[in-house]
C-alpha cells in the first residue's frame, strides 16, 4: 500500500499562479522528499525536508511538514509552463532502513 | 540521466519468457533500487540492495529477482513473465539510506510490454 497520497491528483492552473500540493502519509518518518516528473522520463529530486523541519525553501519552491498531522505540501510560486510535470512525495519511514515509500503523484498542468 | 542506465529502453517479450534488465551506475552509491510504475499506483518498490550481495524484497516483489555481483550493476529478472508485469521499471541509486543526502537518482527507466 502507499504511504503517500497527494492531493489533489490532478491540477491545472495558468502561468504564473501558485500551485499547491498535499501529500499525506501514515506511519512516523525520518524524511520527506518531492520528486518531479516529466512525461516519458525518470523522476527527479526537488526538496527533502526533515523529520524535525517544518519548513524548506528551494528557489521558487516551498515545502511545509507538519507531523503531528502527518501532512506535507508543496508550494510552486509564479508557475511556468515548464513546471507541468507530476510531482511525487517521498518518505523515509522509522524502521524500514534503505528505502523510500513514493504516493501516487499530483499531474500539474500549467497553461500559457 | 548523467550518472545511471538502464538498458533496454524498450522490450516487447511473450509470456512466460524470462527477462532481464539491467541498471548500471557510475557513481559509486551503496544504495540501488528497482520500482515498477504503474497508472494509479504509482511508483512501487520491487527490490532494492544495499551493498553488493545484500538485496531484500520490496512491497510488489513476488514474481521478480535480482542480483548485484558488483557495485556498479544492479539486475532485475522476470522469472517467467506475465502480462500483469507489463509496466515502466525505473532503477534508482543513493549514496545513503532512503536517500538522505541528495535523494535518489532515477534512470530514464524501461518500458516493459508483456504479450
Known amino acids: 500500500s502507499q504511504q503517500g497520497e497527494e492531493d489533489p491528483q490532478a491540477l491545472s492552473i495558468q502561468e504564473g499562479e501558485n500551485a499547491t500540493m498535499n501529500c499525506s502519509y501514515k506511519t512516523s518518518i525520518n524524511n520527506l522528499q518531492w520528486y518531479r516528473q516529466n512525461s516519458g522520463r525518470g523522476l527527479v529530486h526537488l526538496i527533502l525536508i526533515r523529520s524535525n523541519e517544518r519548513e524548506k525553501h528551494s528557489g521558487r519552491l516551498r515545502v511545509t511538514l507538519d507531523t503531528s498531522k502527518k501532512s506535507s505540501s508543496l508550494l510552486i510560486t509564479a508557475s511556468r509552463a515548464a513546471d507541468t510535470a507530476s510531482y511525487f512525495c517521498?518518505?523515509?519511514?522509522?524502521?524500514?532502513?534503505?528505502?523510500?515509500?513514493f504516493g501516487t503523484g499530483t499531474r500539474l498542468q500549467v497553461m500559457l | 540521466d548523467a550518472g545511471i542506465t538502464q538498458s533496454p529502453r524498450h522490450k516487447v517479450t511473450e509470456t512466460g519468457t524470462p527477462v532481464t534488465l539491467r541498471c548500471h551506475q557510475t557513481e559509486n552509491h551503496r544504495y540501488m533500487y528497482w520500482y515498477r510504475q504503474d497508472p494509479g499506483h504509482g511508483l512501487r518498490l520491487i527490490h532494492y540492495?544495499?551493498?553488493?550481495?545484500?538485496?531484500d524484497k520490496g512491497e510488489v516483489s513476488d514474481g521478480y529477482s535480482v542480483s548485484r555481483s558488483k557495485t556498479e550493476d544492479f539486475l532485475l529478472t522476470l522469472e517467467s513473465a506475465t502480462s500483469s508485469q507489463t509496466s515502466v521499471y525505473f532503477c534508482a541509486i543513493s549514496d545513503r539510506k532512503q536517500g538522505a543526502g541528495y535523494g535518489y537518482t532515477f534512470g530514464s527507466g524501461t518500458r516493459l510490454t508483456v504479450v
Open positions: 517521498a518518505t523515509g519511514n522509522t524502521g524500514t532502513a534503505s528505502k523510500l515509500t
Open positions: 540492495s544495499y551493498g553488493v550481495k545484500d538485496t
